[in-house]
C-alpha cells in the first residue's frame, strides 16, 4: 500500500479509538455491524488520552458528512510498533519507511517518556530494545 509516496504494509483489519461520540452506544454498535473492531485496550503505549492531543494527529479530509476521521502522526504510530511485542510490527520497523519518516529526536523523545508509562519494559520482547540496532541497519 502507498500513501503519501510511501511504501506501507496493508492490512485487512481497521483499527479504531472512538475519541467522542454523542451516542457511543449507538456507534459501537454500528462499528459492530461493519466487523469494525475497537483497539482500546489492546495498546498499552501510546496512552490513548495522547490520541486527543491535537498535535499529535491529523484529521483525514475524506468527505464524509457526520463523521471526522483522524490519523495519529507518523511518530505515533512508530511508538505503537516500537512498543509492541509482534513480530509484523517489528518487520513494518524494520522494512518500510515508518522510521525514516518520522522526526528521530522527536520519536526518541517519546520513547524515553513512553518506556516509563509502560508495565514492563525490561520485556525482552519489546521491539524498542531493536530500536537503535534498527536505526544503525536504515542508516537513520
Same mark, same amino acid.
Given at each position: ?5 510511501q ?9 479504531? %479509538? ?43 479530509d ?11 502522526e ?12 509482534? %513480530? ?19 520519536l ?5 517518556? &513512553?518506556?516509563g508509562?509502560?508495565? &514492563?519494559?525490561e ?18
Amino acid at each position: 500500500m502507498t500513501a503519501q509516496n510511501q511504501l506501507f504494509r496493508a492490512t485487512r483489519d481497521i483499527d479504531v %479509538e472512538v475519541l467522542t461520540s454523542d451516542n457511543e452506544q449507538l456507534f459501537m454498535s454500528l462499528l459492530k455491524d461493519l466487523n469494525i473492531h475497537v483497539v482500546g485496550g489492546v495498546m498499552e503505549v501510546p496512552p490513548s488520552e495522547d490520541f486527543r492531543i491535537e498535535e499529535h494527529r491529523f484529521e483525514l479530509d475524506a468527505g464524509f458528512s457526520n463523521i471526522r476521521v483522524y490519523v495519529p502522526e507518523i511518530e505515533m504510530l512508530a511508538c505503537a510498533k516500537i512498543f509492541s511485542t509482534r %513480530e509484523k510490527d517489528l518487520i513494518d520497523l524494520k522494512e518500510t519507511t515508518i522510521l525514516d519518516n518520522c522526526d528521530k529526536g522527536k520519536l526518541l523523545r517519546m520513547v524515553e517518556e &513512553y518506556r516509563g508509562y509502560h508495565t &514492563y519494559p525490561e520485556n525482552p520482547d519489546l521491539n524498542v530494545h531493536q530500536l537503535f540496532h534498527i536505526f544503525s541497519e536504515k542508516r537513520i
